[in-house]
């Protein structure tokens, strides 16, 4: 009896969420992961986002209250701008960006868009606003342009093909044999995780959110990938207020501001270039790592071609 009241219990919190108007299959799977239903208060208003200008103060949070992960974080993402939050793994990074989304409440502090707290509004409005791209996005077992249109469901075709334009997975696309009609998903294509990532961007550029989370993928992309999806980005971040979670030297570089997590404190903050003026500094520690990295990476590859 065990055994089955939990599947059926999923099953019913799954039906609710997408009765609630989920908009993303992303969530759906966070969802299924999220053990504790957050719950709109009673009498929950829609949120009205005029800039989209989000407010992280003295937050503070724990999955397990005996291990705290978050203990006392603020920061602001201006309207429009761009924040990354870099660290080591674990430092609750992706955290942040479920906090905002609210899969789960903050213990201590606020968050708030435009001034309003996430916790007063419901769901659906505050997840209409948001569009969100995972670190890893599980695509649905249909065809290429399904799984594009799903940002926006009523896009005409054109604006399907313009997305992915956008997200630079248009010519990719174009060269397949039955092109936007190609079945994808575990039943059809497999598509490589950058190729995943640009489909979600082309996704988000369809909804066209004022707010958006970006969870860039840790695992190392080659050169190319790397400047195809950061034009794909900038695309998609341009003017919209967004919080990235960055492992890319390009989309940190071009943040507004850096927020350097670490032991549930904000170790640094600046810009690149201030961040790298400190010597013993974290981040500029970090930056050189990678930075020797990708250029021994380059050194190898010259290697083999002159071979
Ligand atoms: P990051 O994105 O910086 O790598 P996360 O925000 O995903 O880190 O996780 C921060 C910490 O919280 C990690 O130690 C992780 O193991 C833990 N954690 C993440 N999700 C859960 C969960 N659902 N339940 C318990 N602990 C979790
Ligand atoms: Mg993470």
Excluded: C
């Excluded at 039906?15 to 609630?20: S, T």
């Excluded at 705290?68 to 609750?92: C, D, N, W």
């Excluded at 990719?172 to 961007?201: N, Y």
């Amino acid at each position: 009896l065990i055994q089955l009241a939990i599947p059926l219990n999923f099953i019913g919190f799954v039906y609710r969420e997408i009765r609630q108007g989920l908009t993303d299959i992303e969530q759906m799977f966070d969802l299924l992961e999220v053990e504790q239903e957050v719950q709109d208060k009673p009498g929950a208003v829609e949120l009205a986002v005029a800039d989209g200008a989000i407010s992280f103060k003295d937050v503070h949070f724990a999955y397990d209250p005996a291990r705290p992960i978050l203990k006392g974080i603020s920061f602001e993402v201006p309207a429009g701008k761009t924040v990354a939050v870099v660290g080591p793994s674990g430092a609750g990074k992706s955290t942040l960006s479920r906090l905002l989304y609210r899969f789960y409440d903050v213990q201590e502090g606020a968050i708030t868009i435009d001034g309003q707290d996430v916790r007063d509004v419901t769901q659906k409005s505050l997840r209409k606003v948001i569009g969100m791209v995972p670190q890893d996005t599980v695509l649905f077992n249909d065809t290429i342009a399904y799984n594009i249109r799903y940002g926006r469901p009523g896009a005409s075709d054109e604006e399907v093909t313009a997305a992915a334009e956008a997200a630079q997975i248009g010519t990719f696309i174009r060269h397949l044999p039955d092109g936007f009609k190609a079945m994808v998903g575990e039943r059809g294509l497999k598509l490589s995780g950058g190729e995943k990532q640009r489909v979600a961007i082309a996704r988000t550029i369809l909804k066209s959110p004022p707010i958006l989370i970006l969870d860039e993928a840790t695992s190392a992309l080659d050169t190319r990938t790397e400047q195809e999806i950061q034009a794909a980005l900038d695309v998609v971040s341009k003017n919209r207020t967004t919080l990235v979670i960055a492992h890319r030297l390009s989309t940190v570089i071009s943040a507004d501001e850096i927020i350097v997590l670490k032991d549930g404190v904000i170790a640094e903050r600046g810009t690149h270039g201030e961040l790298m003026q400190r010597d013993d500094g974290l981040y500029a520690s970090m930056w050189n790592r990678q930075r020797e990295a990708v250029q021994a990476e380059e050194r190898l590859k010259q290697v083999r071609e002159s071979d």
